[in-house]
């Protein structure tokens, strides 16, 4: 069992900066491979980006490449998410999610753990 928090949402303006971040509970976190997915009012929930265990391999959303960066630290238990050039767009409920496996990370149904989710707002 994986418990997950999320952190670090808030208010921005358009062009600014957020990191949010997420802790795992669990003595496993470095086993299961780590994801953002985004879910803004009256649309399903898309994926952002992605980790593996051993930050090899990472993944980002065409929407979000070069702006946002996935980066974890087993030790700590955590996963984060840099978010930079932020824009209206982006204002969604943010959630990470652990899986137990590093393929298909792209797809929601990949995941077995998820947490609350944790808001973010980008004001124009």
């Known amino acids: 069992q994986v418990q997950l928090v999320e952190s670090g949402g808030g208010l921005v303006q358009a062009g600014g900066s957020l990191r949010l971040s997420c802790a795992a509970s669990?003595?496993?976190?470095?086993?299961?491979?780590m994801g953002w997915f985004r879910q803004a009012p009256g649309k399903e929930r898309e994926f952002v980006a992605a980790?593996?265990?051993?930050?090899?391999?990472?993944y980002y959303a065409d929407s979000v490449k070069g702006r946002f960066t996935i980066s974890r630290d087993n030790a700590k238990n955590t996963v984060f998410l840099q978010m930079n050039s932020l824009k209206p767009e982006d204002t969604a409920v943010y959630y990470c999610a652990a899986a137990s496996t590093a393929l298909g990370l792209i797809s929601p149904a990949t995941y077995d753990y998820w947490g609350q989710g944790t808001q973010v707002t980008v004001s124009s």
């Open positions: 980790i593996d265990w051993s930050s090899v391999r990472t």
């Open positions: 669990g003595r496993r976190f470095g086993r299961y491979a």
